[in-house]
Structures are given as structure tokens and as C-alpha cells.
């Protein structure tokens, strides 16, 4: 099947062809790390207020091939950035954009909120740049088999190639889709000005929340449950992205959580009557927790064959022949496992007092759970990082009971391992579609990770610089509040809970396995069935987000039903606009903020 795709990717329109020579060349290897490490900081700000993080290749891709046919244009370059060479800086900017999988994002933030405890910028970078590289170490052996051999699709890696096949011909299809991308990204630029940036010499703002008028529920402001509207494109083109049935579940359990239970709850005088999303949140978490969690590991094991396909296919890899030139050596897996993974359990002793036993099983586990990370990955396109992570929450809950942070700094290891090394795979097919050299991939990677550390590790301290703004309505962190809840329950036990606590957790828990098997057992009324990942994240997700996210997907839906071709050309580009120009302006505003009350 991929066959075909190659020669479909080669042949269709005329592709000027590429010097072979010009691959991760200086300007590539900058571009990419600049654009990635830009495109990380939106990704921080988007998973930090939704919980979901954003394709960083296409977007790099269609920058790159921008940025270059501009400065060719105006005569400040003389040579044409090739399309190689485009794939080496989207390998690099995907790395850089990716830097938020390895715990800035869900677990730092969780351990930041149950310790108190703010982690170092030097520390905070040695961690989350250590777990990226040893995940494409990981990744090194599976290449071969999975992308040569197998042939697994990996869906992202072959619509990348898509697009940069798309950028190049002569069929004009990517001039459109930058100029798309450009003026999403303007407009939502504008609306993050107007509304974050608050001096005198603005001639108006528009407001943070649109409140909802004459309705309250218990007698209190629908606002107050955060039922709103936002003036914020971010979470509209979130919406357009993830796709219908993700966004009608999340607005149903967003309906559920905040118009049913948090009015119910607040009456029986369970909620602290301050109401607010902190204080929701703190009993709706585990509802939302135990759906995620039973749901991701039940999907997970519906996939036992692919996992046992995975080990296998990886001891065949071992055992594989001479390599071309082109692919990554295999020593080059035993030389950085060697020098990554002491560096690796070293830190977790030094930062987090995880024993040396421990970091040492970490890392022996995250073999494994990366091999199966990169196959659910290639044949689903989903990588099942919460899945996998919270595995290993549970391994180290029955190991070191009652350690709240060996149960989510090891199962950060693991699962920013397994994320960092599905990227790398990822990209890899892209490459390997575009007869590209997968060893100047992996040093572009590489590079990206550094570049992606630079910019997520001082942004995340400006942005965060205390546990106390975690878990508000500014940065709601969902994703940190399901690995903290995971971690609290395994480290304090049940018993601890309030009585309807326990319900939620067990009715949430039972809800997520019922979808799954739904959704097993039923394929055609699949569409009809409320997505778990998505229902549960909408128990640990502001309304307002969730309403965004609805709205952009109903646009998506609509636009998709009139015309399906302008569609496919208009709704990633321009809402991948939306969501970088916004986000970039509200983190430079954001970190403005924070520097002046410093100064």
C-alpha cells in the first residue's frame, strides 16, 4: 500500500528534483530549531489551558517553504530551499515543537501542584532534553523494521509528505496554503493583542469572557460555573483540528459536569461555595481521571497483537544485515544508550530522590513502552502517551507506595520517551517517502531537541513561576490535574476521598470501559458514541474552553458538508494560523507581564 503512496507522492505533478546533497544543511538545522522552538511555546500555551498538543511538521513545513520563497524573491538568498532540505528543518522544528511531551506540560506542573515546589531552569532543561534524546535513541532499531519492512502507515508522517510534495510541484498548492496560514495567523495575532494587552495607549480591549445574561443555575451566574463565551480564536481552531466527535463529547461532558453536577454538588454544600474552575475541578478530576485512565488502558489492550508484533519485529531488527548508507547505524543505539540512560537515572536520583533501582527499571521499561508507542503510533496515528504513562504510575504505585513523586517522575520517563520516539519515527517515514537521509533526520531531531529546550524550559518558569497559578482559570493545566489525581489516589488511597468523590471515580471508570467496548463491539455506530478521552478531559477542562472547541468544530463540519475539497485545503492551515499567531502573542504578553511585576 505505501508503495503506491510513494509513487503517488513522486509522480503526481512535476517536483522539481532535490540536490540530494542539500539536507540538514546550517540554514535548515536554524530554521527548524527557531520555527520548533517557536512553534513549543504555542504548544505550551495551548496544552496548558486544553490539555491537547498540536501537529508542529506541516505547519513548520509550509513556514519553512514561506520564509525561504520570500527571501528568494526579494534577492537575500540566492539559493532555493529545497524540499530535502525543508524535510530536514521540519524534522528539527518537530522535535523543538514536541519538547512540551517531556513533563512541561503534565507531569512538572502535577508535581509542582502537589509538592509546592518550583523545579530549577538548569534542572528542568537537563531533564526534559536527557528523556527527548534517549527517546530517539529508542527509536533507532524500529526504523528498519516498522518504515522499510512493514510498512506501517504512520498517517501524520505520510500527510507531511503530502504536503511538502504539495509545496513544490508546480501545481500551486503552496503559495495558497501559506498565504491560509499567514493570515490566520494574523488575525489571531490581533485578537490576542486586543484582548491581553492592557495599556493606556489601546484604544479598547475585548473582554477575557462573554458572560451569558439572565440565567443562573442554584442562583449563582452561569459564569461562576465557567459557562461563558471567550474572545479567543486558540481553542476554535483547537476544535476545527480535533474533529467533531472529540468536541460534541467534550460539550456533553462539559454540559454534565458544569451545568448538572456542579449546581447539584454545590448545593449539598460539597463544592466550596466560592465555585470557580479550581474549586469544580478538585471533585470533577476524578470523574474525568478514571474515564481517561480505564478507557486508554482498555484501547490499549485491544491492541495486545500490535504490542506483541512490536517486540518481535524489534528482535528482528537487532538481528537485521548490513544497512544502506542512508539509515541510521545500529551502533549508534548501543553507543547513545550507553551514554543517555546513566545520565537519565542519575537525574532522577539527584532531582527527585527515585532510587537507583527504580530509574534504572524505568528505563528498561521505556524500551518496551516506546516499541509499543511508535506501532499504535504508525498504525493509528495516536500516540498513547496517558495510556502508557499512567501503566507506569500503577507499576510504581504497588513498587514505592505512598511517593507521589517516583509515581509520576518515572512515568514521565517512560512516556516522554515513548513520545519522543514516535516523532522521530514519525518523521522518518515522512523522509523515507521523500528518499531522504534518515541519519541527517536524526541529527536534525537531535538539534531540535536542544532548540525546543532553549525556548519551553524559560518560557514555562516566566509562565509558571509559582504552583499557585496552576489549576486556574489562566492555566487550568487538565492534563496535570489527571496525573496529579492518578498519583494522589495511588499515593493516598481511596479511603481519602469524599464519599462522592468515590462514586465519580468509580462511575467514571465504569463509563470509560462501556465506550470502549461500544465502540469495539458496535464499529458503525461509532459515530454516535461519545469518545472517552474526550468526554473526560471535558471533567478537567474550563466550559468556556470546551464551548471554543465546539464552535470550531461545528465551522469545520459545516464547511466540510458544503464543499469537502476547501475543506481539506482551508481548515488545518488557517486554524493552525489561529492558534500560533494568538498563542505566540499571548505567551510574549504573558512573560511581559511577569518580567514587569519582577522588575
Keep these: 500500500m505505501n508503495r503506491t503512496i510513494q509513487e503517488h507522492i513522486t509522480q503526481e505533478c512535476h517536483i522539481h528534483p532535490p540536490d540530494p546533497a542539500r539536507q540538514l544543511t546550517v540554514r535548515a538545522a536554524v530554521t527548524g530549531m527557531l520555527l520548533g522552538g517557536m512553534m513549543s511555546l504555542s504548544n505550551l500555551y495551548v496544552s496548558l489551558k486544553t490539555g491537547w498538543s498540536l501537529g508542529v511538521s506541516i505547519t513548520a513545513a509550509i513556514l519553512s517553504f514561506a520564509i525561504f520563497t520570500t527571501l528568494m524573491k526579494l534577492k537575500l538568498v540566492k539559493k532555493s530551499f529545497g524540499l530535502l532540505e525543508n524535510n530536514a528543518a521540519k524534522s528539527a522544528a518537530s522535535a523543538a515543537g514536541y519538547m512540551t511531551g517531556g513533563g512541561t506540560v503534565a507531569a512538572i506542573p502535577a508535581l509542582m501542584m502537589i509538592t509546592g515546589q518550583t523545579m530549577g531552569g538548569w ?3 537537563a531533564w526534559i532534553t536527557t528523556i527527548a534524546m534517549l527517546g530517539l535513541v529508542m527509536a533507532i532499531p524500529m526504523k528498519q523494521q516498522m518504515i522499510n519492512i512493514e510498512q506501517l502507515r504512520f498517517p501524520t508522517g505520510i500527510a507531511t509528505a503530502e504536503t511538502l510534495k504539495a509545496l513544490y510541484d508546480e501545481c500551486g498548492e503552496g503559495a495558497g496554503k501559506a498565504r491560509l496560514l499567514g493570515v490566520g495567523g494574523i488575525v489571531g495575532a490581533l485578537v490576542g493583542l486586543f484582548r491581553d494587552l492592557k495599556a493606556k495607549w489601546m484604544p ?3 473582554p477575557e469572557k462573554i458572560h451569558i445574561p439572565f440565567i443562573t443555575l442554584k442562583g449563582r451566574p452561569l459564569v461562576d460555573y465557567t459557562i461563558s ?8 481552531g483547537a476544535g476545527a483540528i480535533m474533529g467533531w466527535r472529540a468536541a460534541w463529547s467534550m460539550l456533553l461532558g462539559a454540559f454534565v459536569n458544569y451545568a448538572v453536577l456542579a449546581p447539584w454538588l454545590y448545593e449539598q454544600g460539597v463544592l466550596n461555595p466560592a465555585l470557580g474552575y479550581r474549586n469544580i475541578v478538585a471533585w470533577s478530576v476524578w470523574f474525568g481521571s478514571a474515564m481517561i485512565l480505564t478507557s486508554g488502558l482498555l484501547s490499549f489492550a485491544f491492541q495486545w497483537k500490535s504490542v506483541a508484533k512490536a517486540v518481535k519485529s524489534v528482535g528482528a ?3 537485521a544485515g548490513g544497512q544502506p548508507t542512508k539509515e541510521v547505524p545500529m551502533s549508534w543505539f548501543f553507543i547513545g544508550l550507553a551514554i543517555v540512560s546513566p545520565v537519565v537515572i542519575f ?4 532531582l527527585f530522590g527515585i532510587k537507583i533501582w527504580m530509574g534504572v527499571l524505568s528505563v528498561f521499561m521505556s524500551f518496551f513502552i516506546a516499541i509499543v508507542a511508535c506501532r499504535v503510533t504508525g498504525e493509528t496515528d495516536t500516540t498513547p502517551t496517558g495510556a502508557l504513562g499512567k501503566m507506569t504510575q500503577i507499576t510504581y504505585g504497588v513498587l514505592d507506595p505512598g511517593n507521589a513523586t517516583t509515581n509520576l517522575m518515572t512515568a514521565n520517563v517512560t512516556g516522554g520517551i515513548g513520545l519522543h520516539s514516535a516523532d522521530l519515527l514519525t518523521d522518518l517515514k515522512s523522509g523515507y517517502l521523500l528518499n531522504a537521509d534518515a541519519k541527517q533526520q536524526f541529527w536534525a531531531q537531535f538539534l531540535g531537541v536542544l532548540g525546543g529546550s532553549l525556548f519551553v524550559v ?4 516566566l509562565l509558571i513561576p ?3 497559578v496552576l489549576g486556574t482559570d489562566q492555566w487550568p493545566a487538565p492534563g496535570a490535574q489527571t496525573w496529579k489525581g492518578v498519583a494522589e489516589l495511588l499515593s493516598k488511597g481511596f479511603h481519602t476521598m469524599h464519599p ?3 462514586w465519580a471515580l468509580f462511575i467514571g471508570g465504569a463509563l470509560g470501559i462501556v465506550f470502549v467496548l461500544l465502540e469495539k463491539f458496535l464499529p458503525k455506530c461509532r459515530k454516535y458514541i461519545p469518545s472517552a478521552a474526550g468526554l473526560g478531559l471535558a471533567f478537567t477542562t474550563p466550559a468556556n474552553n470546551t464551548i471554543s472547541m465546539f464552535i470550531g468544530a461545528l465551522l469545520a463540519l459545516y464547511l466540510e458538508r458544503r464543499s469537502a475539497a476547501l475543506a481539506e485545503e482551508t481548515v488545518v492551515p488557517v486554524s493552525s494560523g489561529f492558534i500560533a499567531g494568538e498563542s505566540m502573542v499571548g505567551v510574549l504578553i504573558a512573560a511581559l507581564i511577569v518580567l514587569a511585576g519582577l522588575g
Design 123 to 125: 534542572q528542568m532543561f
Design 204 to 206: 479598547f480591549n475585548l
Design 229 to 236: 463565551f471567550e474572545a479567543s480564536l486558540i481553542m476554535v
Design 317 to 319: 531488527a537487532f538481528g
Design 347 to 350: 537525574l532522577e536520583w539527584f
Design 458 to 461: 524559560p518560557a514555562y518558569r
Design 466 to 468: 509559582t504552583a499557585d
Design 500 to 502: 462522592t468523590a468515590q
